[in-house]
């Protein structure tokens, strides 16, 4: 919705701007820029980045418009799942969770939480660690230094789609002097013609100057710092669901353990104590 606004605002500003001091808006119509800026943007994005970082993006940015997953309902229902589990494996010992980790999807513990599901990286990365333990004696210190290892890996797998989005804004500016400056040649052949169809050409070669620094800064720049922050809510699930199975391991009780894992979440999303212990019972 923000993303929507935000647009929304942009285009209002600019172009009330433009034609309260005088602007004609039709003036800004040169489709032939638009396809000469977007085109090669397109193209030049589709070269710099492997087909699975294309998915990824169009998918991420899908996501900005119909909100992220990752908020508070989110983080209560991983809360909840991570207690039940390390409940059951306190009360009925470690063997007894191996069922629910090594298939997920028919467990009844996992199948409470849809969400949860969904999230078939987050999923994997639970029941990984949850079958690292349940197999053996491994030291705190090493188990979570594989789960940073991953955190880590994961970030640049999550923060690939920005990036690539942030390295297009920069190039939107050049390419809209691409277009300009093919607008000038265009022009060059009007130098016969009278003033009027000079003038137009001109303003037509720089509105792809326009074009590109608009979109460049205005647009595509602003959606990569926005997916980037929607990739910093995304790994905070996992640092949560690092720091309450590291508590398990140590020896806390299901409850604290999970409550490290909920002091791990940032605080405008974070639940608060008996906010979680109610959704715990609830669940």
């Not at 999807?105 to 949860?116: D, G």
């Not at 910093?232 to 409550?259: D, F, N």
Request: aromatic residues 8%; charged residues 20%.
């Amino acid at each position: 919705m923000l993303l929507i606004i935000g647009a929304v605002i942009v285009v209002a500003s600019v172009f009330t701007g433009f034609v309260l001091h005088g602007g004609n808006l039709m003036v800004l119509w040169q489709p032939t820029e638009v396809l000469i800026i977007f085109g090669a943007a397109l193209g030049s994005f589709i070269i710099a980045n492997p087909m699975h970082t294309l998915k990824e993006t169009f998918s991420r940015g899908f996501q900005l418009l119909t909100g992220s997953p990752y908020n508070k309902s989110f983080y209560m229902d991983l809360l909840s799942l991570l207690y039940e589990i390390f409940d059951k494996s306190r009360k009925q010992g470690v063997m007894a969770i191996e069922e629910d980790i090594d298939n997920p999807e028919s467990s009844q513990i996992f199948s409470r939480y849809p969400a949860i599901m969904k999230s078939k990286e987050l999923q994997a990365f639970i029941t990984d660690y949850l079958r690292i333990i349940s197999s053996g004696n491994m030291p705190t210190h090493e188990l979570e230094g594989m789960m940073e290892n991953e955190i880590d890996s994961r970030r640049h797998e999550i923060e690939e789609s920005a990036h690539a989005v942030n390295k297009i804004a920069d190039a939107l500016p050049g390419l809209g002097i691409v277009a300009a400056v093919l607008g000038i040649v265009i022009t060059m052949n009007f130098m016969s013609e009278g003033p009027e169809k000079i003038g137009l050409s001109v303003a037509a070669a720089l509105v792809g100057t326009f074009l590109g620094i608009f979109m460049g800064y205005g647009f595509v720049g602003p959606t990569s710092i926005a997916m980037e922050h929607a990739a910093k809510y995304e790994l905070k699930a996992y640092e949560c669901v690092r720091s309450a199975i590291v508590a398990t391991v140590s020896g806390q009780a299901p409850q604290m353990a999970i409550e490290f894992g909920r002091k791990a979440l940032p605080t405008d999303k974070r639940p608060g104590f008996q906010e979680l212990n109610d959704h715990v019972r609830s669940k």
